[in-house]
C-alpha cells in the first residue's frame, strides 16, 4: 500500500515536469508570435492552453485524492500540499503565455513590439523559458542550489522590466514610435505579463526549498507569489 | 479530539474572513491614494501589506498543521484544501492593492489618473471592493448563491475596462492629456490590477462552492484563477 502511494506521489511530480515543460514551449511560441507577429503560432498557443488547464485540473485532482486516501507522513504532505501549489503556479504562467499571444493575435498583421523593444522582449522570453525550465528540472532532482538561483534570474527580469519602462516614457518613443500611446500600452502590459512568469517561477523554486527542507525560504528575496 | 479539530477548522475560517476584511479595506485606501493622490494613505497600505502577508503566512502554516494533526474526512479535507488556495487568493489581492499605492506613491504630487478616468476607477474600486467583500461573507455563511453572483460581478469589471482601453487610444487622449503615454501605461497597468482583484474574488467564490458542494463549478464562466 505504502509502495503504491509512492509510486503515485512519483507520478505526479513526472506529470508536474510534463506540465512545466508545455508550458516552457507555449511562452516561446507566443514570443514567436508576438515578435514575427504570427498569427498561426498565436492560435496554437491560445488553444493549447485548454490542453494545459485541463493538466491543471487532473492534477489538482490526484493531489487532492492522495490527501484523502491515506493519511500521509510528513514529508509525503508536505510533497503533495506544495505541488498543489506548483501545479496552480504552472497553470497560471499558461495562461500569461496565452495573455501574450492574444495580444500577438489582437494587433496582427502589425506587429505589437516596435523595433526599440524587439531585443529586450527576446531578451525577456530567454530569462522567463530558462526559469520555468529550471523550476521544473529542480522539481526533479531535488537540486536545491537551482531553486535558489532562481532569485538572481529574477532581478534580471526586473532590470529589463525597468529599463523597457525608461524607453517607454522617453521622447524617443513619444515621436519616433507610430501609434505611441497604443504600443506603449500594449508593451507595458506585455512586460508585466513576462515578469508574473518569472515570478512564478520564483514562487515554484520556493515550493521545491519547502518539499525538501520542511523549511519555506524566508527574506525579501522569496515573494510569497 | 474530533471537536477540537472542528473549532481548529472553524478558527481557520474566520480567520480568513478578517484577513478578506483587510484586504477589503486595503484595496479602499489604494484606491483613495490613487485618486486624491495621498501619499501617506499610500504609505499606510504598502506598510500594511506586510501584516497582511504575516496573517497568510500564519494562516496557510496552520491549514497544513490541521492536515498533518489527524486524517481530515472527505468535507473537512475539502475545506481544509480549499483555505490553502483561498489565503493564497487573498494574500494576492492584498499584494495588487499595494501596486496599486504604488503607483500613487509613485506619481505624487502628481495624480496618477487622469481626469476623464476618475469615474472609471472609481467604479472599479468599488466592484473590487464589493466582490472581495462578498467572497468574505459567502465564505462565512456558505451562500452557494452570493458565491455565484460572483461570476456576474466580474462582467461588469471586464466591461470597464474595454471602455478605459478605448478611451486611452482615443484622439482625444494623445492631444488632450498631459504626458499621455506615461498616464497610458500607469491606467492600462492599474486597471489589469483592479481586473484581477476581481479574478481573484471569483476564484475565492469557486473555492468556496467547491467547500459547499464537493463539486468545482464547470465552464468559461469560471476561470481557474
Redesign the interface.
Known sequence: MREYYHSELDEVVHQLVTMSDSVQIAVRDATTALLDANVSVAERVIAGDLRI?AM??ELEQRC?TL??R??PV?GE??TI?AA??VV?DI??TG?LAKHIAEIARMRYPDHAVPEPLVDSFRRMSDVAQEMVGKAGRTLLDRNLEEAHELVDDDDEMDNLRSSQ?RQ??SEE??HGVD????K??DA??LG?YYERIADHAVAMGRRIIYIITGE?PEGDDWP??
Open positions: 488547464d491543471h485540473d487532492f490527501l484523502a491515506q493519511a510528513a504532505l508536505r500540499v498543489t501549489q496552480a497553470g497560471r495562461d519602462f517607454i516614457v518613443w513619444s501609434k505611441a500611446v497604443e506603449a500600452v507595458a502590459l508585466r519555506a510569497t507569489t
